[in-house]
């Protein structure tokens, strides 16, 4: 954290929902923590919505929101007030995170503490989404120009996403990585938010050498913001290269 010139006694965390249009349908790709969140005294988190009607849109307009994974950054932002957020939008999530997530053996057997913890946000959550729930496997084009990707580690179902366009391209990889001074420079660390620890290292270092060696431009929810970058091998490590 020093040598990039972050703080070292604290860490903040950038979160980066993304939303495109393509034709008359507008995507967003994770909600954040979501209005409740942002409601709280002297909150710095959950702030999308506040941002998206300061740049004009309603989370009315949204048509479609994905779900990368089933963490409560990512999914919280569903509900407000135990209302569905984006109320004319319809909900798609990865068909392994549904499976796990909502299967009533595993969460009998999760341990105490973050796993059943997020169990229970889950089906809290998505019990909510109802008839406007879609469930889409890896490998497919999920909506015009958006295709999923498996890169499971980080949760058993974590989804990366190809957007494509007019023969532009960039790769939206979720949470690969966390924080960017950490975890690029030093890829084969993990957290304890990993899931699969070994996993989530094989699954980042195949996805970042081949962005590196192809130099194609990676989109990260947590990277510093707006999160986009150019990767380039730095050792055992990678570089980004910031594209404001």
Same mark, same amino acid.
């Given at each position: 954290?020093?040598?990039?010139?972050?703080?070292?006694?604290?860490?903040?965390?950038?979160?980066?929902?993304?939303?495109?249009?393509?034709?008359?349908?507008?995507?967003?790709?994770?909600?954040?923590? =979501?209005?409740? *969140?942002? /409601?709280?005294? @002297?909150?710095?988190? +959950?702030?999308?919505?506040?941002?998206?009607?300061?740049? $004009?849109?309603?989370?009315?307009?949204?048509?479609?929101?994905?779900?990368?994974?089933?963490?409560?950054?990512?999914?919280?932002?569903?509900?407000?007030?135990?209302?569905?957020?984006?109320?004319?939008?319809?909900?798609?999530?990865?068909?392994?995170?549904?499976?796990?997530?909502?299967?009533?053996?595993?969460?009998?057997?999760?341990?105490?503490?973050?796993?059943?913890?997020?169990?229970?946000?889950?089906?809290?959550?998505?019990?909510?989404?109802?008839?406007?729930?879609?469930?889409?496997?890896?490998?497919?084009?999920?909506?015009? =120009?958006?295709? *999923?990707? /498996?890169?499971? @580690?980080?949760?058993? +179902?974590?989804?990366?996403?190809?957007?494509?366009?007019? $023969?532009?391209?960039?790769?939206?990889?979720?949470?690969?990585?966390?924080?960017?001074?950490?975890?690029?420079?030093?890829?084969?660390?993990?957290?304890?938010?990993?899931?699969?620890?070994?996993?989530?290292?094989?699954?980042?270092?195949?996805?970042?050498?081949?962005?590196?060696?192809?130099?194609?431009?990676?989109?990260?929810?947590?990277?510093?913001?707006?999160?986009?970058?150019?990767?380039?091998?730095?050792?055992?490590?990678?570089?980004?290269?910031?594209?404001?």
């Amino acid at each position: 954290m020093r040598e990039a010139g972050l703080p070292t006694d604290s860490l903040t965390t950038t979160f980066a929902p993304v939303l495109f249009t393509n034709g008359s349908k507008t995507t967003l790709i994770d909600t954040g923590f =979501g209005p409740d *969140a942002a /409601a709280e005294a @002297g909150s710095t988190k +959950g702030l999308l919505v506040g941002n998206m009607k300061a740049n $004009g849109i309603d989370p009315a307009d949204i048509d479609v929101v994905v779900i990368s994974h089933f963490h409560p950054d990512h999914v919280n932002g569903l509900l407000s007030k135990d209302r569905l957020t984006f109320p004319n939008a319809t909900i798609m999530v990865p068909e392994p995170e549904w499976q796990f997530w909502m299967d009533i053996e595993e969460m009998n057997c999760a341990p105490q503490g973050r796993m059943s913890q997020l169990f229970q946000n889950n089906r809290r959550i998505l019990d909510q989404v109802g008839e406007r729930l879609s469930i889409f496997k890896w490998g497919a084009e999920i909506v015009p =120009g958006l295709e *999923a990707i /498996a890169a499971p @580690g980080h949760s058993i +179902g974590h989804t990366a996403f190809w957007l494509r366009s007019h $023969g532009e391209q960039i790769f939206i990889q979720s949470d690969l990585t966390n924080q960017a001074a950490l975890f690029v420079a030093n890829p084969d660390w993990h957290s304890a938010l990993d899931q699969f620890p070994d996993q989530t290292v094989q699954t980042r270092r195949r996805f970042y050498d081949m962005l590196a060696e192809k130099r194609i431009a990676l989109q990260a929810f947590h990277h510093p913001f707006p999160g986009r970058c150019y990767l380039e091998k730095n050792g055992a490590g990678y570089r980004r290269i910031p594209i404001d």
